[in-house]
Every structure is written in structure tokens, then in C-alpha cells.
């Protein structure tokens, strides 16, 4: 039996939703999060920001393995997350999120 155009209409009308859906969930973690850093004490969050720049430092910045690449990735973007990202760290994070793009 074959599938009409109503079925295939229907199937990609469902694809559509799930992908909006999940766009959706993602674009809020990132929100929530922004959200979490921002609004963290300026003291705690500038020891937190210090802390994940220097683990950014050593193992990304020095010749990174390929086996870390997916984790520099991840750390850039956390880092970006942060108003304390300034000058050498906006540069490097930048990057390292288009790096793997």
C-alpha cells in the first residue's frame, strides 16, 4: 500500500513540531543558565568565571588534543555565559565555539 500525499503531508507536519519542540527546550536551558550565572553574587561568580578560565587555559589553549576538542567547545561556551569574559578570553572563546561549526 502507498502512502498518500495526506500521510507524507502529516509525517512532515509531526517532524516539524518534535524539532520546534526540542529547539524550543534547548534555547531555554541556554536562557536558564545565562539566567543562573547572572544572577550569582559578582564575588562568586567572578571566583567561578576564574576558576573555568584557567581550566580553559590549560587544557585548550596549549596545542588541545583532538580527544578534548568536543569539551574546549563546551567550556568556550560556558565562559561566553559570563560579563567577566573580556578581551583574551572573548577572543579565544569565540574561537573555539566556531571551531567546530
Known amino acids: 500500500m502507498t502512502r498518500g ?3 507524507r503531508w502529516g509525517a512532515g507536519v ?3 513540531l518534535v524539532l520546534g519542540a526540542l529547539l524550543f527546550a534547548i534555547s531555554g536551558w541556554w ?3 545565562r539566567r543562573a550565572i547572572h544572577s550569582m553574587e559578582p564575588a562568586a561568580r567572578e571566583a567561578l568565571f576564574q576558576q573555568s578560565w584557567k581550566g580553559f ?3 585548550c589553549l596549549k ?3 583532538d580527544a578534548f576538542l568536543d ?3 563546551d567550556q568556550a561556551r560556558f565562559l561566553l555565559l559570563f560579563p567577566e569574559c573580556q ?3 572573548l577572543e579565544q572563546a569565540r574561537l573555539r565555539t566556531r571551531a567546530l561549526r
Open 57 to 59: 587555559e590549560q587544557l
Open 71 to 73: 569539551r574546549c567547545h
Open 87 to 89: 578581551g583574551a578570553c
Open 31 to 33: 536562557v536558564s543558565e
Open 5 to 7: 500525499p495526506s500521510r
Open 14 to 16: 509531526l517532524g516539524a
Open 63 to 65: 596545542d588541545p588534543s
